[in-house]
């Protein structure tokens, strides 16, 4: 406080302590010589000018609660086998965002979303009946994603869905190292696997009673080996539900696509196998197939 014209400091502020010594004698002036004690701690944190760079890649968190996560080496994110693979499939739901400065994202494994179960008695111990059941992949607008060889595919498990929104302008693309890299011809083939989307729709593979669209219902199993289905790559479709989803896709481009799995079994640019009726597609190209474009 102030008094006749002298601060009264004797207060610790801020860790500063401030003594005011009084001297003289006779009731002569009182003089002011302030010493200061500073015990004060700067607990304020220091920078040296560089930031801690923030990994752009793809994570997600497993069953055991590890955090698994793509390298990146700019422009790209590199995802090793141990981040997705055949055998190694995305269980829980993974978001891939698009990347700066054309980067794209680069698989050295398939990249399997859901798991694949061939009896429905393992769909109703996994609590899988329709397709939103399962994990979710989400792929943001402008995103490329690519892979290095044609035995690594996608595949969106029944119960599970992808949600591959893009614009005109921004369009989601899978496609092969190879031509992120420009060696290789714009009509290549099999420069990668392909695509494999399943559901739970109904198929003449199957036996059902009663009358589609109003009492159908499934008489005994059906687990549908799809394209691809061999070994660690199996996956399967089918059901008895015509309105089943998969998810969304769109402004998306599937190209360089195509193996030989066995005879008359192919990977194409995308094999649609049991998709409902909830599933949107639109704006769609797939190009430079080996196969079929669309099956």
Known sequence: MEWNGIYDR????GGVLVVALLAGCGGGDINIAPTTSDNSVDNSSTTTGTEEAVNPC???VNQAGQLVEGSFESPNCEYSVAFADSGNNVTV?????????GGAHIFDGSLFIGEAHSTSAELAAAGIAEGGDGA???IEAGATLAWRDN???????RGSTIFAVGTADAPITFTSVSDIEGTVDPEAVQQWGGMVINGFGVSNKCDYTGTR?????????CNIAAEGAEGLDESYYGGDNDADTSG????VIVKHTGAQVANGDELNGISFGGVGSNTEVNYLQVSSTYDDGIE
Request: charged residues 30%; hydrophobic residues 45%; without cysteine.
């Open 10 to 13: 004797r207060l610790a502020i």
């Open 58 to 60: 793809a994570s997600y």
């Open 93 to 101: 739901d993974l978001r891939i965002p698009a990347l700066d400065d």
């Open 136 to 138: 979710q992949l989400t």
């Open 151 to 157: 035995t690594k595919f996608v595949i969106i498990n």
């Open 213 to 221: 669209g109003t009492d159908l219902a499934l008489d005994g199993e």
């Open 248 to 251: 969304r896709m769109e402004y």
